[in-house]
């Protein structure tokens, strides 16, 4: 029998692991009763794992011998070039932990005095030790692969993700989702359950080595369908920033120069016992007014308010980030701050965060625990345990845009095994037209009114005529059931995106309610699209004939400009009969007045080609030298 799936957040300083059941999300201790894992592995000098997390700190503290054997900080390393880890910085920011040489391909390796190990082997070591006191303390050892959901900063690219995959393969382990660090902040603050409006939150994650910010829209479940208590409302991702070299151990950095200004020219044991002493002072001052370092046999007494002053400028580069994503956003109202990430234990940093979104910051939930404790609510769906929130490996209903007139047009056809990826060419209905809203949707029916709006975004082209702009629209659903959608307008190549993750608040029986209604209705739902496509498609023709008689039905008899007079006004009858109600036409009877206007323009089209023909020589004849 396969255990339960678990959360695992695996971090840059620290990884946890927690698992949801009956009683809710938790997260789960050691042997040692730390629910903390340090990311730190001590390898023996065959290259084997000797001790992970804590026990690792401990010998590491000890001699040069067990440093040289000791890694930290991989998770910067995983499915990077040594170029990239390179300019970000070995030394400090890895405590002088493990020593990164090139593997011989430009990845990033770690020497051992007898071996040498990959940063995926290290992160691998780290799931490894987390699956096995897991699965001691919930069982499931036996049959059936070990399974996690595992979570990742919001600005890992593909390689990135793809690093942290082998990584999990690597310790035995299958990582079912691999989901972003803020999202699972907001699923385990429990966002988007409450229903009512949709809420804009700020996701202000601040750990060891790394700052992220995100800024997500939730909107929540409609009201009284069956996710009215959902866990998960419709999460959207409005934009992210960060910094990949900003965390807490700047501060223990800015510390121990504080205390010993030729601390980076200490001997790695010196250093890193000044450094470990400087964490602890750090931890102390967020509750206490002072606190003393220890460093060689004196003790160096730091104010909270001197600890401020030197995180100033750090707290500066957080909080510029935070305007990046802000601005990147739109500047929209937020509506809640979760702080997220050890750092922001710090009293300066709430203040700072809070300060600038204006919101008084979230701080409930424990901000260690927060990623692993929302990873776990996931894999308490993935693992059917919560039928309130549907996540699958296919996408359960179709996805596609409304076009002119409120048809639904489908990219995505339901079913569809993920990832997978549509695109389609759209324009415009209306002369001049600058603004191309794309409204993304999901479900069955053939309306956009009947089906459920996922998100929007808008395209700005320069003035053209209707039906001249190209733009390609692109569906794009990944891995983990996020749909990125894309729009380019191909003339101008301006662009427009947004992503949206269709499956969060959508329950297994609201799926099942769409699709019966789609059958239900699909008859109807057919002729209504027919309607809405006569629509757009006659008004063009009315409004090309109408110019064309302006420009050139002077010289056509009079009998002919009756017919085409009588022809459109009967077309404009059905189309203002079919806006105001489809169901009151005959789409027969207002396919065939539209083919009679089409009939009866035909003389028009010929004088309009050779009237043309004359215009390009005059032209012609015009620009002649
Ligand atoms: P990561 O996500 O990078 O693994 P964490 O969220 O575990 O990191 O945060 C680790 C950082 O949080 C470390 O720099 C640690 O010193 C800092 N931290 C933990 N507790 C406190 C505290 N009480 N006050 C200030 N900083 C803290
Ligand atoms: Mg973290």
């Not at 290290?122 to 490894?128: C, D, K, T």
């Not at 209504?528 to 023709?541: E, F, P, T």
Request: glycine share 10%.
């Amino acid at each position: 029998m396969h255990g339960p799936i678990v959360g695992i957040d695996l971090g840059t300083t620290n990884s946890l692991v927690a698992v949801c059941d009956e009683r809710g999300p938790r997260v789960l201790r050691d042997a040692r009763g730390g629910a903390l894992v340090p990311s730190v592995v001590r390898f023996s000098a065959d290259g084997s794992v000797e001790e992970v997390g804590v026990g690792a700190v401990a010998l590491a503290a000890q001699d040069r011998e067990f440093l040289a054997r000791t890694v930290s900080g991989s998770k910067r390393a995983l499915g990077r070039s040594l170029a990239e880890v390179s300019v970000d910085g070995g030394g400090w920011a890895l405590r002088g932990m493990g020593q990164v040489v090139d593997d011989g391909r430009g990845r990033p390796s770690y020497e051992m005095p007898h071996a040498r190990r990959s940063p995926e082997q290290v992160a691998a070591a780290i799931l490894r030790h987390l699956m096995d006191f897991a699965q001691a303390q919930l069982g499931g050892t036996g049959e059936g692969t070990a399974r996690a959901v595992i979570t990742v900063p919001a600005y890992f690219d593909d390689a990135q993700r793809q690093a942290t995959r082998d990584a999990a393969r690597l310790a035995g382990i299958e990582a079912v989702r691999i989901i972003n660090e803020p999202t699972a902040a907001a699923l385990a603050y429990g966002i988007g359950r409450e229903g009512g409006s949709t809420e804009t939150i700020a996701v202000f994650d601040l750990g060891g080595g790394t700052f992220d910010i995100s800024i997500l829209q939730v909107t929540p479940p409609a009201k009284g369908g069956a996710g009215a208590d959902l866990d998960a409302g419709l999460f959207r991702v409005l934009s992210t920033a960060g910094d990949t070299q900003l965390g807490g151990d700047d501060l223990d950095i800015a510390m121990a120069r504080e205390v010993c200004p030729g601390a980076h020219d200490l001997p790695p044991e010196d250093r890193h016992a000044l450094l470990l002493a400087c964490t602890r002072a750090k931890h102390r001052l967020s509750d206490a007014a002072s606190a003393t370092i220890p460093f060689r046999g004196v003790e160096h007494a730091l104010t909270a308010a001197r600890l401020a002053e030197l995180a100033a400028p750090w707290v500066s580069r957080a909080i510029a980030a935070c305007d990046r994503a802000w601005s990147d956003a739109g500047r929209p109202a937020i509506d809640r701050l979760l702080m997220v990430g050890g750092s922001t234990r710090s009293p300066f940093v709430r203040v700072a965060a809070g300060a600038f979104f204006g919101v008084e910051p979230s701080t409930a939930l424990d901000p260690d625990q927060v990623v692993a404790l929302g990873a776990s609510i996931q894999a308490a769906v993935l693992s059917g345990r919560r039928t309130d929130i549907l996540l699958l490996d296919v996408v359960p209903l179709s996805l596609g845009i409304e076009t002119a007139g409120g048809a639904f047009a489908k990219l995505i056809m339901r079913n569809s095994t993920i990832p997978t990826r549509a695109s389609e060419m759209f324009s415009t209905g209306v002369d001049g037209q600058r603004r191309i809203a794309l409204h993304v949707l999901q479900g069955e029916r053939e309306l956009a009114r009947d089906c459920r709006s996922l998100a929007q975004c808008e395209l700005t082209v320069p003035s053209m005529p209707a039906g001249i702009p190209q733009v390609e629209v692109t569906f794009t659903v990944d891995a983990s059931g996020l749909l990125s959608v894309h729009a380019m307008e191909r003339r101008t190549g301006i662009r427009a995106g947004v992503q949206v993750i269709p499956s969060y608040g959508l329950s297994r029986d609201e799926v099942e309610a769409m699709e019966r209604d789609s059958i239900l209705h699909a008859r109807d739902d057919m002729r209504r699209h027919r309607v809405i496509d006569l629509i757009a498609n006659a008004s063009l023709d009315l409004r090309w004939v109408e110019s064309a008689t302006a420009r050139v039905g002077g010289t056509l008899p009079a009998h002919v400009r009756e017919t085409i007079q009588a022809a459109a006004v009967a077309l404009q009858a059905h189309i203002d009969a079919a806006r105001a109600d489809l169901d009151a036409v005959d789409p027969d009877e207002f396919f065939r007045a539209k083919e009679a206007l089409d009939r009866a323009s035909v003389p028009v089209h010929e004088l309009s080609i050779v009237q043309s023909l004359k215009d390009l020589e005059v032209q012609t004849r015009g620009t002649a030298p």
